[in-house]
Structure formats: structure tokens, C-alpha cells
């Protein structure tokens, strides 16, 4: 960002040198996001692509790129200000998390209070 200043859009990103890591040996370099109800998808590029997306964090702590993660992933980061958000306007895109249980059988009273507190504890970290 030095070089190029700071991103006003997804479409700047192409200036920048961006972090990407695979996954089931795809290259994630198609980025997506929305804004207003417009959704793009932007093709970016960079000098480093890995298999771990904790490793492509790391990287972007090192001041090696950008990188396109989930707020959950980073939330820390951000927090303390190691990593800051680019595009803030635009929304990255949304995945979902699930909670995976071998059986509905255990999904007792206190599984629930757990996905529960999960749930605000989530909306919680975002919110930060």
C-alpha cells in the first residue's frame, strides 16, 4: 500500500499485490464482493499463493500483500492493528458456519446453549 496507496475499490486491488491460497488445488485469485446490491468478482494477482490460509495471514502480517479472509479469521488482528480493512465499503463474500454433529441424538439441551452462545459470540467478534 505503500507503493499504491490504499484501495478505494475492488477494482484497485489490481495494483496491489494480493495473497492467495488454494484450495483442492484451485488458486482462490477471484475475489468477490457487493455493494448496494451490486456483486463483482475481481481477478487478482500476486507474488505468493499457499496451500494454508493461516500461512497467507501470516504473509499479509508481514506486510507481504493483501489477503482475502474471513472477518472471523482476523478479528484479532484487526483488533489489535496489526491488519487493517481495505475496501470497507464493499462486503466480502459471506460463508456460512456449521456446527457438525455425528447424530441429531446429541443434540441435547446443552449443545444447543453451546451453538447459542456460538452464535452471539460470533455476531459479537464481527461486530468489533
Known amino acids: 500500500m505503500a507503493r499504491h ?3 478505494a475499490s475492488p ?3 489490481a495494483a496491489h499485490n494480493c495473497l492467495c491460497f488454494m484450495l483442492d488445488e484451485t488458486v482462490n485469485d477471484r475475489w468477490r464482493f457487493s455493494k448496494d446490491g451490486e456483486d463483482i468478482e475481481v481477478t487478482v494477482r500476486g507474488d505468493r499463493v ?3 490460509s493461516e500461512i497467507v495471514r501470516r ?3 508481514d506486510g507481504l500483500g ?3 479472509r474471513s472477518r472471523i479469521d482476523v478479528q484479532a488482528d484487526l483488533a489489535r492493528g496489526a491488519l487493517r480493512v481495505v475496501c470497507a465499503d464493499w462486503q466480502g463474500n459471506s460463508q456460512p458456519l456449521y456446527m457438525v454433529l455425528a447424530s441429531r ?3 441435547s439441551p446443552a449443545v ?3 451453538r447459542e452462545f456460538l452464535v452471539e459470540r460470533m455476531r459479537e467478534a464481527v461486530a468489533e
Open 5 to 7: 496507496g490504499t484501495p
Open 11 to 13: 477494482h484497485d486491488l
Open 50 to 52: 499457499a496451500d494454508d
Open 59 to 61: 504473509w499479509a502480517l
Open 66 to 68: 493483501l489477503c482475502y
Open 105 to 107: 441424538r446429541q443434540v
Open 112 to 114: 444447543r446453549a453451546l
